[in-house]
């Protein structure tokens, strides 16, 4: 399953290339991640829980940062064991470009899964890989830019516990 997308963030480019090195924004972003260490260069180990259909497992693996071109690009790969569920890995490659806005990042991912999961089928899986890509990049998106200026009022009122949008960009500046 491939598929490729792109999202305008409203921050310089050095910014979303520094917050994409980061180890505590990807823990963030990953939806079900409860854990996440490791660096850069060493790549990191992490654990998420995830259901997919009705096959909920937590998978522990590994993540690495590849192919990285200073400011411009990079590759995201990963592989997960799930116990008896199975396995999942895949990756994305991610483009940064300046525009006059803030940058545009690109995205191009692809996964695998074997296992149970992959016996749920292709719909089931391909829907599943593209909803966890839109929500990691929506995530990163958000830890990178903030909240508009209305939505910031209306988020204090409601999300006194939920991880604060923009809390990246406010990290930096």
């Given at each position: 399953m491939q598929l490729s997308d792109h999202r305008d963030?409203?921050?310089?480019p050095m910014t979303v290339w520094a917050a994409i090195l980061n180890p505590e924004v990807l823990k963030e972003c990953v939806p079900g991640c409860e854990s996440m260490s490791g660096s850069v260069a060493d790549g990191f180990e992490a654990v998420v829980v995830q259901k997919v259909g009705p096959v909920k497992a937590t998978f522990t693996g590994v993540v690495k940062l590849s192919d990285i071109i200073e400011g411009k690009s990079l590759r995201i790969s990963g592989e997960g064991?799930?116990?008896?569920?199975?396995f999942?890995?895949?990756g994305a490659?991610?483009?940064?470009e300046p525009t006059?806005?803030?940058t545009r990042l690109s995205y191009v991912v692809e996964a695998n899964v074997g296992g149970k999961?992959?016996?749920?089928g292709s719909r089931i899986i391909d829907g599943f890989a593209k909803k966890m890509a839109d929500d990691f990049f929506t995530r990163f998106q958000d830890a990178v830019e903030g909240p508009d200026e209305e939505e910031s009022v209306a988020d204090e009122a409601t999300e006194a516990d939920a991880p604060?949008?923009?809390?990246?960009?406010r990290l930096l500046g």
């Open positions: 963030i409203k921050a310089d064991k799930g116990g008896p569920a199975g999942a890995k895949g490659d991610v483009t940064l006059e806005t803030g999961i992959a016996q749920l604060k949008k923009g809390w990246f960009k």
